[in-house]
């Protein structure tokens, strides 16, 4: 398929960018891993695309007990980053090196798929497990929401339209802790039909997130057993996967990101 007519900005400056996105159909494209193939399907026809690939975005530090990954990080500047090199950490390149295929992982960005917010996408699981927060910019000012209320369903997040991702924004785990990111997928499109990312902390206490199950990325309740809690979860089912395979799946996912990232947790 070919995209429909649509013109098209490179971005030099965070407010060249702002001013291209005053057009209430514009899109903005970073890696175009996930907006140029719905474009192409023309699901997608914006009138306006705006190319922030030059923007100072990316990068990976550690910044005062936190770590900030810019939101124009590829997948494979997170397989490579030292700062991910620790238990505590090693979801996300874990995660990062299951995505797509190396193409993607050359091209695709870490904003451009969180804002993308594919329903069996990756990432979102290990930012939900994690305890992210995602740093927001627009003509306007800035201001932060937390992974947590950032997902609002299929394709859908609390981001404006003429806002960009800029950083994503993790608080560092205690010493001792350890994570894990863990998917059964789909065999020709690498996405994820269950995908459960996990963090175990010194004191037993646990996070997990799934992914690819329901309309949008979710946390499992901390006061609920997993398997209990994925009974009560409304999860849907596909040509792909039924409802009750995803649902067994899933469970399975859960438990393997739990032992492996108690495993790191332990030093194992």
Not at 3 to 26: G, I
Not at 97 to 120: C, E, F, K, M, Y
Request: contains cysteine.
């Amino acid at each position: 398929m070919i995209p429909a007519q649509v013109a098209y900005v490179r971005a030099s400056t965070l407010e060249e960018a702002f001013d291209a996105l005053s057009d209430p159909d514009a899109k903005v494209l970073a890696g175009g891993h996930s907006l140029l193939p719905v474009m192409k399907l023309r699901i997608a026809r914006p009138s306006l695309l705006v190319d922030i690939g030059r923007l100072e975005l990316g990068g990976v530090r550690l910044d005062d007990g936190k770590l900030r990954l810019g939101a124009l990080a590829t997948w494979d500047d997170l397989v490579r980053a030292d700062e991910l090199e620790t238990p505590a950490l090693a979801a996300i390149a874990e995660c990062a090196g299951v995505i797509g295929d190396l193409q993607v992982r050359n091209r695709g960005t870490l904003g451009g798929s969180l804002a993308h917010a594919d329903p069996a996408s990756d990432m979102p699981a290990v930012v939900l497990a994690l305890g992210a927060a995602l740093e927001l910019r627009s003509s306007e000012g800035e201001r932060t929401v937390a992974a947590a209320d950032f997902f609002r369903g299929p394709f859908t997040t609390a981001l404006h339209a003429d806002e960009l991702i800029a950083e994503i924004v993790l608080p560092l785990p205690p010493h001792g802790s350890g994570s894990a990111y863990v998917k059964v997928e789909h065999p020709a499109s690498g996405f994820a039909l269950a995908g459960a990312a996990a963090l175990m902390q010194p004191d037993g206490s646990r996070t997990i997130a799934v992914t690819g199950i329901g309309a949008q990325p979710f946390l499992l309740s901390n006061n609920t057993e997993p398997g209990a809690a994925l009974a009560e979860a409304e999860i849907y089912g596909d040509r792909f996967a039924s409802e009750e395979y995803r649902r067994h799946v899933a469970g399975v996912v859960v438990r393997r990101a739990l032992e492996r990232a108690a495993e790191r947790a332990k030093g194992v």
